[in-house]
């Protein structure tokens, strides 16, 4: 909780520095804030407050973000026409196409740039050897745009890299993890097209945000999809939204209930918060694929645990949506990409907290600067329920046995 917001407070000083001061931050300005934050943090005496206290305040530095990042969002459904959005007619007025083929094109452009040119092999060299190249999410970017813009007929007779994988035999996934193979073409012209919508998306918000978050083919074998970073996220940033169903702890505490409800979650998507509420995404979609339920960065439940090379570049955080936040009555509660299973009853979770919460949620905020690659956090699986999957392996034993209340052998 204390690096949290730690993380939090150092990104709000640096922002505010970007706003004051012209040109690029250097790194030395960027340690001498940390020192800045410490200090803050020291004179408001956060290293002792008790840790409610401590949750309390993360929400207070949380909240201005989250506001924030609803009202891009709003501001971009603005500008997509709601008749992109049509389930059966994907065809769109002359200006919007254009409008949509003039963002996508010119983000193509960029992306070809910055691979040909030397900046983004620089980029990738650091101090820290956590921080990773940036070359592997360009190049699938590079071929997502390519493969929405050849479906558009925006390419001409440029051959992409999804038309030369379908000359092969085997039905291979594309750089959005989707397999056009198992579905008809009236099916993956309408996926392509939400595909497109979602790209126009995330390149209006990160020209108003200075990044945004894109779900596209995982960097890690076999993983299936993952999430990028599009642009930079300093530390501290949020970045994700878990989606699903809310259940508060009341309810979770007859164990048949529970083993009959959440036996099967083959793909780890039930997550759980410091406080016992959990979060059940196994439903969730995917995709943004309308305008009803369009956060964006609803895509937690997707974003994949490290291979063990690397370190996770993200963290996650609860998440509170409280009255005092104005989100109904300014209309971007349609942002929230929860609903409670059940009601939290009187005595629960509720009945605890300084503000009127209208909403528990979930979400992943950046551990470090990310930039153009994707993301990745620390699953912490019991290790009370059977073998781990191959592809899991613990980051930090002792937070684990923290976590999970895991008791030091005798022996």
């Not at 509420?277 to 960065?297: C, E, G, H």
Request: contains cysteine; charged residues 25%; hydrophobic residues 35%.
């Amino acid at each position: 909780l204390y690096m949290s917001i730690l993380a939090s407070t150092h990104r709000a000083m640096r922002l505010q520095r970007r706003i004051n001061e012209e040109g690029a931050e250097t790194r030395e300005q960027v340690e001498a804030l940390i020192d800045e934050a410490v200090a803050k943090l020291e004179a408001s005496n956060a290293a002792t407050t008790p840790i409610v206290g401590l949750r309390y305040e993360l929400q207070n530095i949380l909240a201005p973000e989250i506001l924030y990042s609803f009202e891009t969002f709003n501001g971009v459904d603005r500008a997509i026409p709601s008749a992109a959005y049509a389930s059966e007619e994907v065809e769109l007025e002359t200006d919007d196409d254009d409008k949509f083929r003039s963002t996508l094109m010119n983000d193509y452009e960029s992306v070809q740039s910055q691979l040909s040119s030397g900046d983004v092999f620089s980029s990738s060299a650091s101090s820290s050897a956590h921080v990773r190249s940036p070359l592997p999410y360009l190049n699938l970017k590079k071929d997502a745009l390519e493969t929405v813009s050849s479906a558009k007929g925006w390419l001409g007779n440029v051959e992409t890299n999804e038309e030369k994988k379908a000359e092969t035999e085997e039905p291979t996934a594309d750089s959005f993890g989707y397999y056009p193979d198992n579905a008809d073409d009236d099916v993956n012209a309408a996926i392509r097209h939400y595909q497109m919508i979602n790209m126009v998306k995330s390149v209006l918000i990160r020209e108003k945000m200075g990044f945004s978050v894109l779900s596209l083919k995982s960097t890690v074998p076999g993983a299936g999809r993952g999430v990028f970073v599009d642009g930079t996220a300093v530390a501290g940033s949020l970045v994700t939204f878990f989606p699903g169903d809310i259940w508060p702890k009341e309810y979770l505490s007859n164990a048949a209930f529970s083993t009959s409800i959440f036996k099967d979650d083959n793909n780890f998507q039930l997550s759980i918060r410091y406080d016992d509420i959990l979060i059940d995404s196994r439903k969730a979609a995917y995709t943004v694929l309308n305008d009803v339920k369009s956060n964006p960065w609803a895509v937690g439940h997707i974003v994949n645990h490290p291979p063990r090379d690397v370190v996770p570049n993200c963290r996650t955080v609860a998440i509170n949506f409280t009255e005092k936040m104005g989100l109904e009555a300014s209309g971007l509660d349609r942002y929230v990409p929860n609903t409670y299973a059940k009601e939290p009853m009187l005595t629960g979770p509720k009945a605890l907290d300084r503000d009127m919460v209208t909403m528990h949620g979930f979400g992943l905020v950046t551990a470090r600067d990310v930039t153009n690659e994707e993301l990745f956090y620390d699953y912490r699986l019991s290790p009370g329920n059977g073998p781990y999957p191959d592809w899991y392996h613990p980051i930090d034993e002792e937070s684990l046995k923290n976590r999970w209340w895991e008791e030091e052998d005798s022996d």
